[in-house]
């Protein structure tokens, strides 16, 4: 998974999109319209695939049921060296 910060304005949180969606009207929602600030890519599965996220969506996608914390560049650091156990990566 590759890891970026955000500056586009353009670009919304997908997990805020999902949540709130369109107006019967077809505008989006105003909390759908939550600017990304960070956007990861996959580098694996769906390789290619992006998804952007405000920085409360982030940290509920970080923070595992237990309470743990589990940042994007620690699952980063975790996908790339099972990859080099798998034999995917020299």
Request: hydrophobic share 30%; charged share 25%; with cysteine.
């Amino acid at each position: 998974m590759a890891i970026y910060k955000n500056s586009d304005r353009r670009i919304w949180c997908d997990p805020c999109k999902v949540r709130y969606g369109k107006l019967k009207d077809g505008t989006w929602h105003h909390r759908a319209q939550i600017m990304a600030v960070w956007i990861t890519v996959s580098e694996t599965i769906n390789k290619g695939f992006r998804r952007a996220y405000c920085q409360p969506c982030a940290n509920e996608y970080q923070t595992w049921p237990d309470g743990s914390i589990w940042t994007f560049k620690q699952m980063q650091e975790y996908a790339r060296g099972m990859r080099q156990i798998d034999g995917m990566e020299s």
